[in-house]
């Protein structure tokens, strides 16, 4: 089974900022089975990011996603009010199912 | 719009079984497949398992099988996740999930908590 592990753990900044979200694989994985959530208390997770670059319905475009193999990155470029939540990568093994990051909770500063 | 709308939550004592559904609208039912992904109180996401809407098919995560159903109506284009044998472990909120292109959620449902507790 592939482990994705995030960094850092939590990742304190202020609106207006630049936030560089990692996401790194135990082996490598294919770039179109990798995507990006964010999920704010009390909701459901939203698709933000999926086959690693490509930006979901909706999500503004200060949300990027890249990288490739065993080393993925999410960015926010510059910081709003609402961009703080709780962030998790998530990659589709085939037959193995989908696995999800342990998260980065994004605070504000 | 698409929307996945699940039941209400549920109190099990350990176990029990709980059967929690999730109707969709907005699109067309059997095009898509729906996932079951749970959060326990405070954690991360945990893939629970896959069900085709158009033939029925599943896939579980390792750690659940032999306690788990998927199943869909195609009649009322709602699909059904059923645990067994519930533990104070399985205390969460689970949500459906459309599976985009089978690689991605692209819609979820709004969850429903289930709490294990004697």
């Known amino acids: 089974e592939i482990v994705l592990t995030q960094s850092p753990g939590t990742l304190s900044l202020s609106p207006g900022e630049r936030a560089t979200l990692s996401c790194r694989a135990s082996?490598?994985?294919?770039?179109?089975?990798l995507a990006w959530y964010g999920q704010k208390p009390g909701q459901a997770p939203r698709l933000l990011i999926y086959g690693a670059s490509s930006r979901a319905t909706g999500i503004p475009d200060r949300f990027s996603g890249s990288g490739s193999g065993t080393d993925f990155t999410l960015t926010i470029s510059r910081l709003e009010p609402e961009d703080f939540a709780v962030y998790y990568c998530?990659?589709?093994?085939?037959?193995?199912?989908?696995?999800f990051g342990q998260g980065t909770k994004l605070e504000i500063k | 719009q698409v929307q996945l709308v699940q039941s209400g939550a549920e109190v099990k004592k350990p176990g029990a079984s709980v059967k929690v559904s999730c109707k969709a609208s907005?699109?067309?039912?059997?095009?898509?497949?729906l996932s079951w992904v749970r959060q326990a109180p405070g954690q991360g996401l945990e893939w629970m398992g896959w069900?085709?809407?158009?033939?029925?098919?599943?896939n579980f995560a390792q750690n659940l099988q032999g306690r788990i159903t998927m199943t869909t109506d195609t009649s009322t284009s709602t699909a059904y996740m059923e645990l067994r044998s519930l533990r104070s472990d399985d205390t969460a909120v689970y949500y459906c999930?459309?599976?985009?292109?089978?690689?991605?959620?692209?819609?979820w449902g709004q969850g429903t908590l289930v709490t294990v507790s004697s």
């Open positions: 082996q490598s994985v294919s770039s179109s089975y």
């Open positions: 907005g699109y067309t039912f059997t095009s898509y497949g």
């Open positions: 998530q990659q589709y093994g085939s037959s193995r199912g989908y696995t």
């Open positions: 999930a459309r599976g985009h292109g089978g690689t991605r959620f692209d819609y």
């Open positions: 069900v085709s809407a158009y033939n029925g098919n599943t």
